[in-house]
């Protein structure tokens, strides 16, 4: 190559004729596009007119081997190969090379496209002489400073064409193309590049008798073009999804240049004497190959993020000026479209809260941004809410996690959750404010269930009977329509109630009580407990639960009392503290102006002395209003304590009452309808003579709280709730035997 060569005109050859290559440069996206192929013969005065031939269109070579010219050819029964290619180049200047070849690739390069050019052949071909060419002759330069040229960028040209490559390595110059709008406002811009690879010599081993170092040198380059032929032949074959580009370096770095996206041109350079045609044949062969490439040509697209903030600044400036002319022309008083500041936000959030309190009655709708902070601020101040109800949940309460078994069963040691797993206070899920449904009240526990039973009576009773005398007081809001003594002493008549509620537990219900008559046939399956606690409540439980609400009732009216108290509590309180200011104030007003002494005595101005009055006379009203609120808090715990008595209650009768509407045997039911011998609640049989005790026990306590006036009536009661006693079971007993026999 570093010989000067000028294009030579073969004595016999062909004329070359012009390539028209209407194919070239129509590239559009997404439509494929074969490889341009092109073969170059080097000028020769030995050009092999027998044995090359040219098709008349220049786009075919047709090779001829006389069978005798040489010995072993590659296939001794073929002795003719006709190759199509896109043009042949024959004596072509380097002008016309760079127009046929390069100069469309080029041009497409500069709108966007990847383009690859290569050149393949035989040692001394013309490789580098066509991609590099000469750098003495201007006239003689190749494709690469032409397509530096054609991109303007020749500044660069001499120290590229200065690099001299072996004949034996691959030459791979990639120009990189990125190119802008002039106009600063088209944000999109194109990159591409364009490969120009001079490749090592194709020559076979053997031929040109490398040896040693040498010879491992051509294996490699050899074997590097056979994996280029791999890849090549890959990427001609339509059905092939993997090519094998991994292989060697070259294909590696060709790997975005073969094939893919790019506009792809092969040049083969060949020798035109006959002592070259099987090598030459060889290039053809290649050449033919790579024609099956096909490539989809794209654009490389790019958006410049500078130059797209910029226009969208420029735009949203544009807007904010056009709203600003709307607004004044609709009369709006200037509105602020800006982001919101700290102060903004904070009057927002007040803006809320006082619409939540009910002191604002509407959020003014100022822009999108303001109803976009409103609702933010919704959310500020709900999960503020939600976090100080808990805490004050936490600071007033223990609160227990319900999955939390172990807890709940501490707790129950504690003795803050009853035997069931009532947690005391605490509505459980099922909505019917009783706590957490106990297992023993499932079907299926029902053994469980009755074994617990007693304990919850007996507990329960104890507990009541123990409390207080105000015991009979909460009872005598239940006063039954049926007293079974008149008596004069308002303390009788209350304990002729507790006792026939508590004692005469085992008489049958009046038969006037119209609802337990109203009682459906049982259902085979028990209904839920939240269901059945409703008719439980209107049927057995009315009455408990009336009292139960009634409780309440008094419980909440107690507790607003106390509120209330508490509040001018704090009232009084701070009048005191002014109070107590302004007559610091007046005393060191005295202080200043110099105090009088009259006799040992102070004397003060009528303002300071009304001063003192009216805190003595606000002392007295705090000490007052907090005995109040102490008399009040005591009731309140009180009051409490009865409330938690009643639910506790409306459970225990509740649990009797599914147990026996609908788990206990239906023969046994006979006993429980009215009439029968077993008052429904009181069940189960086996238990009723404890039972009996049970309630005797209660009776017992509670009516030695209660009558503590009158002992003498105590032996009275006594000897009644045992004949009682005595008489229920009896009743039973033969309610059972009249079961029994039918
Ligand atoms: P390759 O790179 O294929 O091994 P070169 O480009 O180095 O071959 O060419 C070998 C020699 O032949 C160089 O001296 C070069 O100047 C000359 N040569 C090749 N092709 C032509 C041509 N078309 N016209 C004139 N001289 C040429
Ligand atoms: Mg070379």
Request: net charge neutral; aromatic share 6%.
């Amino acid at each position: 190559m570093d010989e000067e060569a000028a294009p030579k005109r073969g004595k016999n050859g062909p004329k070359f004729h012009c390539l028209p290559h209407s194919t070239q440069g129509s590239a559009r996206m997404g439509t494929r596009k074969k490889v341009h192929t092109f073969v170059r013969v080097k000028p020769t005065d030995d050009f092999a007119h027998e044995m090359i031939k040219y098709g008349d269109d220049n786009k075919s070579i047709d090779i001829h081997l006389k069978k005798d010219t040489r010995r072993g050819v590659v296939n001794n029964q073929q002795t003719d190969w006709s190759f199509k290619l896109d043009g042949v180049l024959h004596n072509a200047s380097q002008d016309l090379v760079y127009e046929t070849v390069a100069k469309d690739v080029v041009a497409q390069a500069l709108d966007g496209y990847n383009g690859t050019i290569m050149c393949y052949g035989q040692t001394g071909a013309g490789k580098t002489y066509t991609m590099t060419g000469t750098t003495e002759n201007y006239k003689h330069r190749g494709i690469l400073p032409r397509a530096l040229q054609q991109g303007e960028t020749n500044r660069i040209i001499a120290s590229h064409t200065m690099n001299k490559n072996s004949s034996r390595s691959h030459c791979i110059f990639t120009i990189y193309v990125e190119a802008h709008s002039r106009t600063l406002s088209d944000e999109k811009y194109i990159t591409s590049k364009i490969n120009l690879v001079d490749l090592a010599g194709s020559e076979r081993l053997g031929k040109s008798g490398s040896e040693g170092r040498v010879l491992k040198e051509a294996t490699y380059i050899n074997k590097s073009l056979s994996f280029l032929e791999q890849a090549i032949i890959a990427l001609g074959d339509q059905k092939r999804e993997h090519i094998p580009f991994r292989q060697c370096k070259l294909t590696h770095a060709l790997k975005d240049s073969l094939g893919g996206n790019c506009n792809m041109v092969l040049l083969t350079n060949i020798y035109g004497e006959a002592a070259q045609l099987e090598e030459t044949l060889s290039s053809l062969r290649f050449a033919s190959r790579m024609k099956l490439v096909t490539t989809e040509p794209a654009i490389n697209e790019k958006y410049d993020a500078e130059r797209m903030v910029k226009n969208l600044e420029k735009e949203l400036a544009l807007l904010k000026q056009e709203l600003a002319i709307h607004d004044s022309l609709a009369n709006r008083t200037l509105v602020n479209y800006d982001p919101m500041d700290e102060i903004q936000i904070a009057e927002i959030n007040s803006q809320v809260r006082r619409y939540l309190e009910g002191t604002l009655d509407e959020i003014d709708i100022i822009n999108l941004r303001q109803i976009q902070e409103v609702f933010n601020q919704f959310r500020v101040v709900l999960s503020q809410q939600e976090q100080e109800v808990e805490s004050a949940l936490r600071r007033k309460y223990t609160l227990i996690d319900k999955n939390d078994f172990a807890a709940i069963s501490a707790v129950q040691k504690a003795g803050l959750v009853d035997v069931d797993g009532h947690l005391v206070g605490e509505p459980d899920g099922q909505g019917f404010g009783l706590g957490v449904t106990p297992f023993s009240a499932k079907p299926g526990k029902k053994s469980k269930s009755k074994k617990t039973f007693k304990e919850q009576l007996s507990s329960s009773a104890r507990k009541e009977g123990a409390s207080s005398p105000v015991s009979g007081k909460e009872l005598d809001v239940s006063t039954s329509k049926t007293q079974l003594t008149p008596s004069s002493k308002e303390g009788d008549v209350k304990d002729m109630t507790i006792r026939e509620r508590e004692t005469s537990s085992l008489e049958p219900l009046p038969s006037d009580s119209p609802k337990e008559e109203l009682r459906p046939p049982r259902p085979s399956t028990p209904p839920p407990k939240p269901v059945a606690f409703e008719d439980f409540k209107n049927e057995r439980g009315s009455e408990i639960n009336r009292i139960f609400k009634e409780n309440k009732s008094i419980l909440n009216e107690r507790r607003k009392r106390a509120s209330e108290t508490t509040q001018r509590i704090n009232a009084i309180k701070r009048e005191m503290d002014v109070t107590k200011e302004a007559l610091n104030f007046q005393k060191s007003l005295r202080e200043k102006q110099g105090e009088y002494e009259n006799k040992g005595l102070m004397i003060i101005d009528e303002e300071e002395f009304l001063l003192i009055l009216k805190l003595k006379d606000l002392k007295k009203q705090y000490r007052t209003e907090y005995q109040d609120l102490r008399d009040l808090r005591a009731e309140i715990q009180y009051c409490q304590h009865l409330v938690d008595q009643c639910r506790h209650r409306l459970l225990t009768e509740f649990d009797i009452w599914y147990n026996e509407s609908f788990f206990i045997p239906e023969d046994l039911q006979v006993a429980l309808k009215p009439g029968g011998s077993i008052r429904p609640g009181m069940v189960p049989v086996s238990r009723i003579m404890s039972l009996g005790e049970d309630a005797q026990d209660k009776f017992s306590q509670l009516q030695q709280v209660v009558l503590p006036e009158g002992p003498d009536s105590v032996a009275f009661y006594n000897a009644k709730v045992k004949t009682e006693q005595k008489h229920n079971y009896l009743k039973t007993m033969m309610g059972l035997h009249q079961a029994h026999r039918k």
